[in-house]
């Protein structure tokens, strides 16, 4: 029996998933220029890590959004200082950003290379190991904290 509840890609039409996909590079410029335009060292409504705020460590992720601040300005060393896996997070949202617009105005989408199990579980170690090394309270590591 099929499950009646799932949803079939096919029955999504074009124009729908096109208009979801302009929804979503709306909702990224809207965000990119969120964090371009308020600081969020200053901003009180800008969320913090909730990780950090319960536990005190960074998770790989913290200082992403005062890193991309950052670099909207033009500061990549103090970029790279909030987080220094921002290169590859601005490789991951740049690629996603073009790939819905591209899609939401021509109807065809980038081509994607395949992710294999195992890229994926090595992405997954780089954010833990990257989470684990940045907490450790030793030289050089703690230049790793954000």
Known sequence: MENAGAINSSA???????????GGVFSMTVGAGLVWYFDPTRAGFLPACPLYKMTGFACPGCGLTRGFHALFHGDIVTALDFNALIPLFVF???FFYVSLLLFAVRGRRIPQ?????????GFIVLLLGFGVLRNLPYQPFNVLFP
């Open 92 to 94: 991951i949202f740049g």
């Open 113 to 121: 290379w395949p992710l294999s199990l195992f890229s994926v579980y």
């Open 12 to 22: 999504i039409s074009q124009s729908s998933q096109r208009m979801l996909a302009g």
